[in-house]
């Protein structure tokens, strides 16, 4: 069975989904940790409730996560996480986590990359810009994580329509759903079955 460590910041619906899809036998795998840049993320205590180990990143800026780098990869290594899977971590990673586990690492980003992307496009922030700028098409991303912000290569795609009288709110739960339904699907091809990347993209073979 493959380990992972799901690395959150917030609410953790997509871990929840997560822990779910292992509980029905649609993700073989094992969250064997869960690492949270802070004690305050609502996932702490549904990985705690479902016996998961956790670890709290050093709270503050980002340079307190880079120091604390080389430290995760420790713990990483010695719980023998064989993929890094981020769902709503809002820290920039290590380096040193990317250096010892790419391509081994995945994100889940909702909207379709790489518009709504980069540094700034997080939360609500991104929904809010796709009503604005009064695109047809969002929906969600799933992309190896490199050192480039929300840029590695693209692996899924799922377009959810923005409808004429959506908001913000609206559009984010909608994708959430989809968000819910595929990132555990796309996990377990990822740990199972082999691939190659061309250009910018994930093709199984
Ligand atoms: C999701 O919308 C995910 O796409 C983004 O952050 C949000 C995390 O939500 N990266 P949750 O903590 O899994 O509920």
Do not use: C
């Amino acid at each position: 069975l493959k380990k992972i460590a799901v690395f959150i910041s917030g609410r953790g619906s997509n871990l929840a989904a997560l822990i779910d899809a292992i509980n029905t036998g649609a993700l073989q795998a094992e969250i064997a940790l869960v690492v949270s840049h802070t004690e305050k993320s609502g996932g702490l205590q549904l990985a705690r409730s479902a016996g998961i180990p956790t670890v709290i990143t050093q709270e503050g800026p980002a340079s307190a996560l880079t120091q604390n780098g080389q430290i995760l990869v420790e713990r990483l290594q010695a719980a023998e996480i064989d993929w890094i899977v981020l769902a709503g971590f809002i820290k920039k990673l290590p380096e040193s986590i990317i250096d010892f586990y790419y391509p081994r690492l995945v994100n889940i980003h909702p909207a379709l990359l790489p518009a709504f992307g980069g540094k700034g496009f997080y939360g609500m922030r991104i929904h809010q810009s796709v009503i604005e700028r009064g695109v047809f098409y969002s929906g969600l991303t799933i992309h190896l994580v490199n050192k480039d912000y929300d840029a590695g290569p693209i692996v899924f795609q799922k377009i959810v329509n923005v409808e004429e009288d959506d908001n913000a709110e609206r559009l984010a739960e909608r994708i959430l759903r989809e968000e819910h339904r595929y990132y555990a699907l796309v996990i377990q091809r990822l740990l199972y079955q082999s691939f190659i990347i061309r250009n910018k993209r994930i093709f199984f073979q």
